[in-house]
């Protein structure tokens, strides 16, 4: 059997240190052959390393490679250009999350897939984790929360670095890093915590929550020691269903224990109430009629890895049948949610949200 063809447009610090090893374990079905970075010295350091064939400071040489899967990781900005074309090219797709900046380009993705029967995905790692997966098949398995009423989300994470002076994030690879722009330039990224880790946390509880969408958005954002992008978020959003929903996100100090992050989705319905917290390692399944289930979890079970999305990108495009835990709809209205939060941050006034 051929192997899967595969490239890499945007080969960045996490893509070095995570999705590019994953597609390396898969080597007896899937043939590592093209790899786009815009600097041609860690381009070729990338190419050299893996053993891509085809290394182009342009994506569209990439793409002229008849790939069957693609890694978007480029900075936010270019993730709507990249992803369309290489599904335009007849690629599956993995985006590195934000799905994009503009919620429209996000929902033109999740049309594009279906339009081409491409698979597309997001690389949220936690989507995957087991406890997370679990935590989806309990709410499955109860008929699901009823009308969701409640989102409350929280989560801290040691970004304060990169997102205060682009310095590596320590997470990631030290040698192929990503230029500072990519996250201190709002024209690049869209923004700084939300568009770098709340995308995270969105695209966790929009997943749990099932076929919910905001209407509508007010925040408030902070940038101490003169940051050029938000280090800090309080969002509140309205469902169109009429419920009601909170973020907090803090790009907080080094030194929280190992691979640990300080995050918590809780969803009340008129039927059921679900809390996941991947910091504590909780899950909390309870239905109306007092039906609960608390799941056992070990000390490691919420630490942090983006394995699932490029395995089951690989696993999607051989046939295998695999949940998609990260499908491009579940990014798109993380998407509605930070575009509405940018703009109510910069005005003042709750920002509605188009139905795109």
Known sequence: MARLRAGVIGAGSWAVASHIPNLAQRSDEVELVGVARPDRELLDWVANEFGFRVASTDYREILDQQLDVCIVSSPNRFHYEHARAAMEAGAHVLVEKPFTV????????????????????????????????????LVEQGGGFGEVEHIMID???????????????????????????????????????????????????????????????????SAPLEAPVELHDAISFRLSNGGVATVSGSSCHLGYD???????????????????DVGRELVYWYQDGGHEVRLDLDDHAGDYDCDGPVHTLVDLALGMDVRNCSPGHVGARAVEVTEAAYRSARTGEVARIANS
Do not use: C
Not at 163 to 192: H, K, M
């Open 155 to 221: 989560m801290s994470s040691a970004a304060r670095g990169l997102l205060a002076a682009g310095q590596p994030y320590e997470a990631g690879s030290s040698v192929a890093t990503a230029r500072p722009e990519t996250y201190t330039d709002p024209a690049v990224s869209g923004g700084g915590y939300a568009q770098a880790q709340l995308s995270h946390a969105l695209g966790m509880a929009f997943w749990l929550a099932g076929d919910v969408r905001a209407s509508e958005a007010f925040a408030f954002m």
């Open 258 to 276: 190992g691979n640990k992050h300080l995050l918590s989705v809780r969803i009340v319905g008129s039927e059921g109430m679900l809390s996941v």
């Open 102 to 137: 503009d919620p429209a380009e996000a929902w033109d993705l999740v049309r594009t897939a279906e339009r081409l029967d491409r698979h597309l995905l997001l690389a949220l790692g936690w989507n995957y984790k087991p406890m997370v997966r679990r935590a989806k098949e």
